[in-house]
């Protein structure tokens, strides 16, 4: 299987979200512990942001998103996607995941969970609020778009 330039950069991309998934564990494990194990037997105990829930939603969302990012970079070639179509699924779902990426971590620092611009039944909005949902409102759409370019395009190539 040979990968184009655009796919490269797509895994790429696609690991650094899953990266930025994997290092909210260690925020998870904090929040778990209430602090961090150093020497075995010996807690260092202290306080982040953000309850356990909202921990395991970033640990797990980014490792998803990225994944996400990676099975469609290698559906490209196989769905005979064409250059400026699979430039649009790059930029639609680099763009969701890092948008995703963005709310996951600032939903950590906003009482309302970053689920709306003005206060919620979760607490109340703040900075935080407003640039985790925004950017995820704007990909939510953009997301569903894309996957529904992939399904036609599979639907399609499934023709031939």
Same mark, same amino acid.
């Given at each position: 299987?040979?990968?184009?330039?655009?796919?490269?950069?797509?895994?790429?991309? !696609?690991?650094?979200?899953?990266?930025?998934?994997?290092?909210?564990?260690?925020?998870?494990?904090?929040?778990? =512990?209430?602090?961090?194990? =150093?020497?075995?037997?010996?807690?260092?105990?202290?306080?982040?942001?953000?309850?356990?829930?909202?921990?395991?939603?970033?640990?797990? !969302?980014?490792?998803?998103? +990225?994944? =996400?990012?990676?099975?469609?970079?290698?559906?490209?070639?196989?769905?005979?996607?064409?250059?400026?179509?699979?430039?649009?699924?790059?930029?639609? =779902?680099? +763009?969701? +995941?890092?948008?995703?990426?963005?709310?996951?971590?600032?939903?950590?620092?906003?009482?309302?969970?970053?689920?709306?611009?003005?206060?919620?039944?979760?607490?109340?909005?703040?900075?935080?609020?407003?640039?985790?949902?925004?950017?995820?409102?704007?990909?939510?759409?953009?997301?569903?778009?894309?996957?529904?370019?992939?399904?036609?395009?599979?639907?399609?190539?499934?023709?031939?």
């Amino acid at each position: 299987m040979t990968f184009t330039s655009l796919q490269k950069r797509m895994v790429g991309q !696609g690991a650094a979200v899953m990266l930025v998934g994997m290092i909210a564990g260690i925020g998870l494990l904090i929040s778990l =512990l209430g602090g961090i194990e =150093l020497i075995p037997g010996r807690i260092i105990e202290f306080g982040i942001p953000g309850d356990t829930g909202a921990w395991v939603r970033t640990h797990i !969302g980014g490792m998803l998103n +990225g994944m =996400l990012i990676f099975v469609v970079a290698i559906l490209l070639g196989p769905l005979g996607f064409a250059e400026a179509a699979a430039g649009r699924m790059y930029w639609m =779902l680099v +763009g969701t +995941g890092w948008a995703n990426t963005l709310f996951y971590w600032a939903a950590l620092f906003a009482p309302n969970r970053a689920l709306s611009v003005a206060d919620n039944k979760y607490g109340e909005s703040n900075f935080a609020s407003i640039i985790g949902l925004v950017p995820a409102l704007v990909f939510a759409v953009i997301s569903i778009i894309a996957i529904f370019m992939l399904m036609r395009q599979a639907f399609a190539s499934a023709r031939t």
